[in-house]
Every structure is written in structure tokens, then in C-alpha cells.
């Protein structure tokens, strides 16, 4: 079944600027094998940044959460923000779409 994850990201609109960058950098979206993946950030809190990802599958999901490089990527953040940086996560099942 589909899923749906959203990490919500918050620090500094200065460090938000390198996470980007890092992101970027790094081709997080592109390496973490999600069929359609958005990084996005708040108009009115700069310092904010989204993470939309659609899976097709919740194994492709979990491979995902369980793979090296992404808890390589996560360490690298916490760097580069001096540990400046909280996140939360949410996973959502996929009802419908179109």
C-alpha cells in the first residue's frame, strides 16, 4: 500500500539556507528511492523546511528509514546546524488518489 511521509524541519532561516544547500548537494530526495519527493519551505517562517515523500510501497518506506546513507545525511545535518535543528516525522496511509 502507498505512503506518505512528512518531515518537518525546523532551525534558523540562516541554517535552513545550508540544509538546502545540503540537500542539494547530496540529491537526498533522488538517493532515498521515493517515487515523488518535495522539499519545501514556510513563506511566512523561512526557518521551517518540509519533507513531502510518496513510497509505493511501505517496504520502500522502511528500506528507506533503515538505509546507512540516510542515517549518514541526518548526522551531517545535526552538523552542520550545531545540533540547532529539531525535526518530527509523520507517516500517512495512502486512501485515495488520483
Do not use: C
Not at 519527493?37 to 533503515?66: I, K, M, S
Not at 551531517?76 to 485515495?96: D, F, P, Q, R
Request: aromatic share 8%.
Amino acid at each position: 500500500m502507498p505512503k506518505v511521509s512528512l518531515l518537518a524541519l525546523h532551525t534558523s532561516p540562516e541554517l535552513a539556507t545550508e540544509v538546502v544547500a545540503y540537500y542539494l548537494r547530496e540529491r537526498i530526495l533522488e538517493v532515498s528511492g521515493a517515487s515523488a519527493a518535495y522539499l519545501l519551505q514556510d513563506d511566512t517562517e523561512p526557518g521551517r523546511l518540509v519533507v513531502v515523500a510518496h513510497w509505493d510501497t511501505e517496504d520502500g518506506y522502511t528500506a528507506w528509514q533503515n538505509a546507512p546513507v540516510r542515517a549518514r545525511f541526518t548526522e551531517e545535518i545535526a552538523a552542520i546546524t550545531g545540533g540547532a535543528i529539531t525535526a518530527s516525522n509523520s507517516e500517512l496511509k495512502v486512501l485515495h488518489q488520483s
